[in-house]
């Protein structure tokens, strides 16, 4: 009996005794192993975010303060020469102008048209699916392939435009839709709303499937009818959708270059011609590499300022949940 106490108790102070911690040489050697596979993964996209983000950035800001013609050694420093130019030069002043123009009709008309036709998408309606497929088709195609598209649509005297006009009795905008300065900029935005609305009408038709049903069946419930379902439950739950969409149309149209260049080339007379137009020009036509860095930095820090007051201001709330104090998520 006294031994099978002994033999208890001992087992007993075994089960009791402390776990030891692991080695600190083992330790270290599985955190080393943790940041090894970290640098495996990020280092790569490092390396490629600094030679085609960062690099190209350094090289435009130090071009800038040189009058450099894209050729030869850059010895010609003029300072803040090239930005003094730039805030006293009346086209590149228009083109501020240009990209507020497109913006605001982005906002006011091309949004609101992608939700409402995102609205009547979501409804059950027979062949639904096709009439998606029709709207998002024009995103698909590139921008060269539009511009070269709407330019053909567009020819004076043979374009499909001017046969309209003229069924229409609309005798006066024959020949002028890319030849008037007047009318140009309207012309444009029309063709960046067929190109693009269907992008923001997919991500709208996104959130409005990802609203329960049971909340808008609660209202109806309660006597909500259909504009205050969607005033007061719909557009409130599609908040997080509709600011990114505002992003990245805002963005679109401060950096919009291709379906300009290709269907116009900031012509007439300047009239359509944006920073990023104005930048190609100075930089690839004139031999004014230094004054187009100048722009092409401008046109940078619109984009980050916009972008960080942005995210700051507006993006606030629905990034507060997204990520923790610790970095998880």
Same mark, same amino acid.
């Given at each position: 009996?006294?031994?099978?106490?002994?033999?208890?108790?001992?087992?007993?102070?075994?089960?009791?005794?402390?776990?030891?911690?692991?080695?600190?040489?083992?330790?270290?050697?599985?955190?080393?192993?943790?940041?090894?596979?970290?640098?495996?993964?990020?280092?790569?996209?490092?390396?490629?975010?600094?030679?085609?983000?960062?690099?190209?950035?350094?090289?435009?800001?130090?071009?800038?303060?040189?009058?450099?013609?894209?050729?030869?050694?850059?010895?010609?420093?003029?300072?803040?020469?090239?930005?003094?130019?730039?805030?006293?030069?009346?086209?590149?002043?228009?083109?501020?102008?240009?990209?507020?123009?497109?913006?605001?009709?982005?906002?006011? !008309?091309?949004?609101? #048209?992608?939700?409402? +036709?995102?609205? *009547? $998408?979501?409804?059950?309606? %027979?062949?639904? /699916?096709?009439?998606?497929?029709?709207?998002?088709?024009?995103?698909?195609?590139?921008?060269?392939?539009?511009?070269?598209?709407?330019?053909?649509?567009?020819?004076?005297?043979?374009?499909?435009?001017?046969?309209?006009?003229?069924?229409?009795?609309?005798?006066?905008?024959?020949?002028?839709?890319?030849?008037?300065?007047?009318?140009?900029?309207?012309?444009?935005?029309?063709?960046?709303?067929?190109?693009?609305?269907?992008?923001?009408?997919?991500?709208?038709?996104?959130?409005?499937?990802?609203?329960?049903?049971?909340?808008?069946?609660?209202?109806?419930?309660?006597?909500?009818? !259909?504009?205050?379902? #969607?005033?007061?439950? +719909?557009?409130? *739950? $599609?908040?997080?959708?509709? %600011?990114?969409? /505002?992003?990245?149309?805002?963005?679109?149209?401060?950096?919009?270059?291709?379906?300009?260049?290709?269907?116009?080339?900031?012509?007439?007379?300047?009239?359509?011609?944006?920073?990023?137009?104005?930048?190609?020009?100075?930089?690839?036509?004139?031999?004014?590499?230094?004054?187009?860095?100048?722009?092409?930095?401008?046109?940078?820090?619109?984009?980050?300022?916009?972008?960080?007051?942005?995210?700051?201001?507006?993006?606030?709330?629905?990034?507060?949940?997204?990520?923790?104090?610790?970095?998880?998520?």
């Amino acid at each position: 009996m006294p031994s099978s106490v002994s033999t208890l108790t001992t087992e007993r102070t075994q089960d009791t005794l402390p776990v030891c911690p692991p080695a600190p040489e083992r330790s270290l050697l599985r955190e080393l192993r943790s940041w090894a596979s970290v640098a495996w993964f990020l280092v790569p996209a490092l390396v490629l975010f600094l030679v085609f983000v960062l690099a190209p950035i350094a090289v435009a800001v130090w071009t800038g303060f040189f009058k450099w013609g894209g050729t030869g050694p850059m010895d010609e420093f003029v300072g803040l020469a090239n930005y003094t130019k730039l805030f006293a030069d009346q086209v590149f002043l228009g083109d501020l102008g240009r990209g507020l123009y497109l913006v605001v009709l982005s906002l006011t !008309v091309q949004l609101p #048209f992608a939700l409402f +036709t995102a609205v *009547l $998408l979501n409804q059950r309606l %027979r062949g639904r /699916a096709v009439y998606r497929m029709l709207f998002f088709a024009p995103y698909i195609l590139s921008e060269v392939v539009t511009a070269v598209l709407f330019t053909m649509i567009f020819l004076p005297g043979a374009g499909m435009a001017d046969h309209l006009a003229g069924a229409l009795g609309l005798e006066g905008l024959r020949g002028k839709w890319l030849a008037d300065p007047s009318t140009v900029m309207p012309t444009l935005f029309v063709v960046m709303t067929w190109k693009y609305f269907g992008f923001h009408m997919m991500l709208f038709l996104a959130g409005l499937q990802s609203i329960p049903g049971e909340i808008l069946e609660a209202a109806s419930i309660d006597g909500a009818g !259909v504009w205050q379902r #969607f005033r007061h439950v +719909t557009l409130p *739950l $599609l908040g997080p959708t509709i %600011r990114i969409s /505002a992003f990245l149309s805002i963005i679109g149209a401060i950096q919009l270059f291709d379906l300009v260049w290709v269907m116009t080339a900031g012509g007439p007379n300047h009239s359509s011609e944006t920073m990023a137009i104005s930048m190609f020009q100075y930089g690839f036509k004139r031999y004014q590499v230094g004054y187009a860095s100048a722009i092409s930095v401008v046109l940078f820090m619109i984009s980050l300022v916009f972008s960080l007051f942005y995210q700051r201001y507006v993006l606030r709330r629905d990034l507060s949940g997204a990520v923790t104090p610790g970095g998880g998520r």
